[in-house]
């Protein structure tokens, strides 16, 4: 297990912003993760699990240990009409969807190149183009952080709903992810429900030619973080009453809307954004992205607080003007806790 003291965290989440934390921990293995939530020495310390750092932000100095996940292996076996995977949690999931297609495993191209581990996929139910992460999911194993065990939860008990999951709720800062377990059907079907691809559809004939295609889209609309620092999409696209959306509708004919299958409508929250003319707003070093709203970047040594500010801005605005209060995709760490924007700016905010 490798211990670092004082570390800069600035490689190890894609905002990269400087920011340190007092221990951070490569855990190459399940018993290098036991090890460290058992050392005496750390026993007090809050504890801190990242996968790619893809989706995080710090908002101040962590106070405690990080653990990465770099937990690796990939074991495929089959069954009559299924592949079954079996992917360690360190994973990296852009690279594991590139491997599936090389191997001719065919259903995970509409989730090329989301950044991030594979451990992490489940907990906000990755999705995109029509295809989330609990379609093609058979189990999750993780590990426990109170008894030191192994439990696996099939796909129904993980709870799987719009970019949420039991990781995100009874489980949440409980457990850490150590593999999970894929089923990819051998008769490929392709998923083409969404705009952009269904555009394409006479060209679209192969996995391969999806994967492009999504390939293309994201790199054409999405900042690369180890370019520009970011963490994707920043707020989730809000779910509201079917009655809210009418009313939505009425005021902007032009607002799109997606039922859900759970109940509500889900509107883009990058559309809100954009329509509060916030394309390249910028407080200190962050700006919203001037192509795609819905992310914001580290226009160049972005702190913390800027990009809090930045995101408070957004949503005070967007609620002002559409009655839709966002919610933050990307999970915010303090110096011992997970916490949230309304904490900080109805709490601690001076
Ligand atoms: P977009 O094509 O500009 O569309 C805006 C939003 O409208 C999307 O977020 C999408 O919701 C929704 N939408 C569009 N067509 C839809 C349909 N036929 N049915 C249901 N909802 C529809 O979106 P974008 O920002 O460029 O993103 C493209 C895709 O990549 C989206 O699916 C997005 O979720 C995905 N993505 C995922 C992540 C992540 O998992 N963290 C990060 C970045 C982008 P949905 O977001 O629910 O699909």
Redesign the pocket.
Known sequence: MNVQVNVNLKPFHTFGIDIPCDFLVEAANVDDVIDAYQNPQWKQLPKLILGKGS?VLFTEPFHGVIITNQLLGKKVTESDKLFHLHIAGGEDWPSLVEWTLSQGIYGLENLAL?PGCVGSAPI?N?????VEFKDVCEYVEYLDLDTLTITRLNSDQCLFA??DSVFKQSLLGKVVIVAVGLKLNKAWKANL????LQAEKDILTTPQAIFDLVCD??RS??PDPSVTGNA??FFK?PVITTENFNRLKTAYPEL?G?PMTEGGV?I?A??LIDRCGLKGHQIGGAQVHPQ?A?VIVNAGEATSKDILDLAWFIRQTVSHKYGVDLEH?VRFFDSEHETNLNNIFTENHV
């Open positions: 989706n989301i906000q990755i999705g995109a183009y029509g719009y970019r429900s969404y705009g952009p889209i994201r609309k999405l994707g999409s696209n799109s997606y889900k883009a990058g559309w795609q819905l995709e």
